[in-house]
């Protein structure tokens, strides 16, 4: 994203030159990760893997592209009306056929997962809105709240109805947090959070109840961790890590995708070494089978 102290806009990331993107699925049984396409002139995002879970819905030049696995790998875009240019802030309602989707103008939308014509859920244009959790039931919205323009304040957890309506902040720390996802079960939201450190951007993944309260720290890191992803049975989780020092979650730096079992977040089972950072795993990347998960990785080659 840019910075503009009057009005921020959001646009589209591009690939820099020699830069491509590429995405891989990680097999959690064997712990090897296959390259499954790669693009030179597309920059691709945040991988949700597909409810039928033979295709991958991502981001890329402000649209919404779905990659099918099988019989073929095969990209296209998928047609939604009315919907703004989009970021990589994008979640499936799966059982109601839907995906949820931050634009760039600073607004959730909702649209059929197949396409079709998107409806805007949120309504204040003050705020900027970048969703990240969507409650089991599909009921609830978990998104990361900032005053438009202003991204020197720190995200404050917001949750509002699907369907729309008021805003609502529960209880989450005063210092910068970012990534809210439901759990499996609904009862908590796994995030990752300033909370814990003096250090400016020292990030730390942490869970809060789901109507808001005491932060229960997951795992205590040198490093800059981001996005908490769970599987879908609950029992395993991916999430980024970035070098100590960073400031946000910028992009093109040596990062880690880690894998870990929620039982001890602290033993991690593997780990996947890239050249990436943001679009690699903003958002929930699980198969329904729970056996895989997908990432995206941003090499450049060296002249």
Same mark, same amino acid.
Request: proline share 10%; charged share 20%; net charge negative.
């Given at each position: 994203m840019t910075k503009d102290p009057e009005d921020l806009e959001i646009v589209p990331r591009e690939l820099q030159p020699g830069q491509r993107a590429e995405v891989w699925i990680a097999e959690v049984g064997a712990g090897s990760a296959e390259l499954v396409f790669a693009t030179d002139t597309l920059l691709l995002e945040a991988p949700n893997w597909a409810p039928d879970g033979r295709s991958l819905l991502l981001n890329g030049d402000g649209l919404l592209w779905r990659l099918d696995l099988e019989p073929e790998v095969t990209l296209q875009k998928v047609a939604i009306h009315d919907l703004p240019p989009i970021n990589n802030d994008h979640v499936l309602g799966a059982e109601r056929g839907l995906i949820y989707l931050s634009a760039n103008d600073g607004h959730i939308y909702v649209a059929p997962v197949e396409g079709g014509t998107a409806k805007r859920v949120t309504h204040d244009s003050s705020r900027y809105h970048f969703l990240h959790g969507v409650s089991p039931d599909g009921t609830m919205l978990a998104f990361v709240e900032l005053p438009r323009g202003e991204f020197l304040v720190p995200g404050r957890l917001?949750?509002?109805?699907?369907?729309?309506? $008021?805003?609502?902040?529960? $209880?989450?720390?005063?210092?910068?947090?970012?990534?809210?996802?439901?759990? &499996?079960?609904?009862?908590?939201?796994?995030?990752?959070?300033?909370?814990?450190?003096?250090?400016?951007?020292?990030?730390?993944?942490?869970?809060?109840?789901?109507?808001?309260?005491?932060?229960?720290?997951?795992?205590?890191?040198?490093?800059?961790?981001?996005?908490?992803?769970?599987? &879908?049975?609950?029992?395993?989780?991916?999430?980024?890590?970035? &070098?100590?020092?960073?400031l946000g979650h910028p992009p093109d730096l040596d990062v880690e995708v880690r894998l870990v079992r929620t039982a001890d977040w602290r033993d991690v089972v593997w780990r996947f070494p890239l050249f990436g950072g943001q679009g690699t795993i903003n958002v929930n990347s699980w198969s329904p089978d729970s056996r895989r998960f997908a990432f995206v990785a941003y090499p450049i080659q060296q002249a």
């Open positions: 917001a949750i509002i109805s699907s369907a729309g309506g $008021e805003t609502r902040h529960p $209880e989450a720390g005063s210092r910068h947090l970012d990534g809210p996802e439901y759990s &499996p079960d609904g009862a908590w939201l796994y995030v990752n959070t300033e909370e814990f450190t003096s250090h400016p951007g020292h990030a730390q993944l942490a869970r809060v109840p789901a109507e808001g309260g005491p932060m229960e720290r997951l795992v205590e890191s040198e490093s800059v961790d981001w996005f908490p992803h769970l599987s &879908p049975d609950g029992e395993l989780a991916s999430y980024i890590s970035f &070098p100590l020092g960073t």
